[in-house]
């Protein structure tokens, strides 16, 4: 039977049958490619595939695209096999992205069938759209159902319940309408189609950016709070008109576009959600949305745009994860004082709710942070071959203290803008874990620490007299003063059983503290 799509015969089903790739057996993607795809197949242009398995589908595009240059990306195989070149990476990694796009140069092309992981998907997407995709180029996403799956759920491995590809690409439709929205189309998105079990995203034409690239004509018709469902309080206050049909929270995540490093508060984020849900509150988990009907969460609300202050639900909670100082200026610290100036808000640090109270905003809580099952899922390795992992940005202070490591022979690895997976295979591989102050204040950084003790790893912290908010992590964790950091860290490298107790101590410790008992007496 031959299919019609769109006025042009597509043979892309009998390819694919020839093949035999589920892209047309099984996911029905010839109801929608030939669309998108037909005006390339007689074109010269480079395309990519993340994921190879068997090759069925790369040798597929071979017919498909008889003058196209095809690579693929898979993390079990690499080489060249007839016209095709299949390069060995992992898409969770951004060394290993940044690899491909240094081989493959520019793609007209993009698909993504790899790890189905929406993490990944969305990361990959953020990376290769804007570095390798060629303007007027095509970006695919394949098997999104993994964004409909339960928390509990795995695939090839990886955790797939937390994040939603489909949540994260639908933001991109307000940088496509920017004229209106006033948020800066950075990535150039161009259009974006949702089918079956696919999202398929087209990168703007130089024509394209440059018409678009203009002020928009009725600015002052753009809509108010109260079109958005914002309505004024008889005490002058605003009310968002959803508010008494609040049913369960959401979680929120702030991401402004293009800012991986909002992933770092990403096991502060599931640390609330699964406790709400255990204390038995149907919790949702979105990235940079709130929803006007439930009690909206805002982790990092440094990241949250505060554009949303008058139209977000009042009922709503935000969660400050920034140490606050007097010698800090910066658009972050005036977003954190404006969000916390309108809503009820949390704070991990007793030394951060004192600076808010000396600048006369009181009944900020303290969030403790302890223990929550569910993130206990880190295996390590048997043999490990990082003797000492640091992950953050490198200051002075910090080098300094990494040189030391380094010169007692110990091998040190450093990694920034790494979260998720891809650093939890990091933190399997070490054999501890340093955690050492950046700022002046030295607030014990607990949103780092918590998940590295749920997970029974041996972690070395700076302790000085003048650090603050310690709490019961003293005892978790091995803590000196910032000058003893690399002799400590040496010590528990050197004695496996002296680290090995370590790391039982450490999660004792923090098994002790459930954050069962800490969340419920804030939302009470």
Known sequence: MEVVCGGVLNDFLELG??????KVLHHGYQFFYPRFLEPLRSENFTMLEIGYDTGASVRMWEEYFPKAEIFAADIRTSGRFGRHEVIE????????????????????????????????????????????????GIYI?????????????????????????????????????EEFTQKRNDLCVGSITYGQNCVIITK???????????????????????????????????????????????????QPPGY????????????????????????????????????????????????????????????????????????WKDNIFQWVKNFEAWDYSVRNISVFNESGIPNVKLLRIGHQAELTRIVPETAPDIDVLFYGSVTDRRAKIFDEIRNRGLNLVNLFGVY????????????????????????????????LLSNA???????????????????????????????????????DSARAAQSRRGYEVISCYPQTEFLKTLIR
């Open 204 to 254: 703007q034409t130089d024509d394209e950016r440059r018409y678009f690239d203009r002020p928009y004509r009725f600015s002052d018709a753009i809509r108010s709070p109260a079109q958005l469902g914002v309505t004024v309080c008889a005490d002058g206050g605003e009310q968002n008109s959803n508010l008494l049909s609040e049913t369960g929270f959401n979680v929120c995540l702030p």
């Open 260 to 331: 991986q490093h909002s992933f770092c508060l990403l096991e502060l984020a599931e640390l609330i959600v699964l406790t709400l849900r255990e204390l038995g509150h149907e919790t949702h988990f979105l990235l940079d949305e709130f929803e006007p009907t439930r009690r909206n969460i805002i982790v990092g609300c440094h990241l949250a745009d505060p554009s949303w202050i008058s139209r977000i639900p009042k009922s709503s909670i935000v969660v400050n994860t920034e140490q606050i100082y007097d010698q800090l200026h910066s658009a």
């Open 17 to 22: 049958r020839k093949h035999g790739t589920d």
């Open 457 to 495: 790893v041996a972690v070395v912290s700076e302790i000085n007299a003048s650090t603050s908010g310690c709490d019961f992590y003293a005892d978790a964790v091995a803590g000196v003063p910032y000058e003893s950091l690399a002799a400590e860290c040496e010590r528990l490298v050197r004695d």
């Open 420 to 451: 998720g997976a891809e650093r939890d295979n990091y933190i399997a591989r070490s054999k501890i874990v340093l955690n050492l102050h950046n700022h002046p204040t030295e607030i014990f950084e607990v949103v780092r620490v918590h998940y």
């Open 89 to 136: 990476a992992d898409q969770s990694s951004a060394e290993d992205l940044d690899r491909i796009v240094h081989r493959v140069g520019s793609a007209r092309f993009i698909l993504d069938d790899g790890s189905h992981q929406p993490e990944h998907q969305f990361e990959t997407f953020n990376f290769l759209f804007r570095r390798l995709l060629e303007p007027g």
């Open 141 to 177: 996403i394949e098997d999104i159902e993994c964004s409909y799956w339960n928390p509990e759920s795995s695939l090839y491995g990886y955790r797939v319940g937390f994040f939603n590809v489909l949540d994260a690409t639908s933001k991109l439709i307000d940088l496509i309408n």
